[in-house]
């Protein structure tokens, strides 16, 4: 044999497929490649797979009941002039000085866009009591009003964004926009030391009106499907159409406000499908 076509030094070849020549350094190399490649998928894959869940495709209805916080907002303006010839003043009032939300009642019905969005819509009821209140003077004497019990129907749209749209706590942000459509509503007052009785004059007109603001919420899974939880929002109300109230036109304004900000507060059971 020829010494050229020996193998120098201590190298010894490996022969693989006829005619290739591979060294086993590279063989181990190639392995560990083909391992770390194989471990980093399968530590990508749970992420991608949570990353394609969330609400995603998810539908649910919700059954909320609650009441509300009156912020914001006027049930009488302040004025001065006459009712039935005797001289008579308004002192401002406050909506929460007349209404208290009574009860508050809403249907939802959502649907997932993706990992943490779903849309959804409402149809509500809410219904608000009146309370008697002292509003100013008739003759140096105090002017008593009470408004009506009223009721309102809200229609609303929005976008829902989950902070934590898995596990079995969610936490979630919401904006929403729609129509409240508002009963009319009536006033009587009374000045008990002249006599003075007016009774179910038309204060506000039946009225629909837009509404808009904000959620906050939170929920608990208690089964894969049905979920409890609170939540908290934010309301402006426009003002409702005022009626002619006393003929003295220094009192037309009286009841030219009730536009609102509110408080609403509840809680909900939701079930998904």
Known sequence: MIARDRPHGNVQPWYGCPGSIVSPSNGVLLTLK?????????????VAAAHA???????????????????????????????????AVFVEQALSNHFSDALRVRFTGSLGLDYNKEVFATFAYGKYNGTERIV????????????????????????????RPEGPIRTYVAGAAGLRFLQATDATFRVVEVGLTLANQPYFKGSTLLIFGGDTGISYDISDTIALGA???????????????????????????GSRWSLPISVFARARF
């Not at 008739?138 to 929005?158: K, T």
């Not at 929002?233 to 009286?254: M, S, T």
Request: glycine share 14%; hydrophobic share 40%; charged share 15%.
């Open 34 to 46: 083909q391992l770390l490649a194989a471990t980093v998928l399968l530590v990508i894959a749970p």
């Open 136 to 163: 100013g003077s008739v003759s140096g004497y105090p002017l008593l009003a009470r408004l009506s019990n009223a009721d309102a129907f809200d229609i609303e749209g929005g976008l829902r964004y989950y902070l």
């Open 231 to 257: 939540e908290l929002g934010l309301r402006y109300q426009g003002k409702p159409g005022a009626e002619p109230l006393f003929a003295d036109p220094n009192l037309v304004d009286v009841n030219n406000t």
């Open 53 to 87: 869940q969330g609400v995603e495709g998810t539908r649910s209805v919700t059954l909320s009941v609650g009441t509300g916080v009156s912020l914001a907002g006027n049930a009488i303006n302040e004025g001065a002039g006459t009712i039935e010839g005797k001289p």
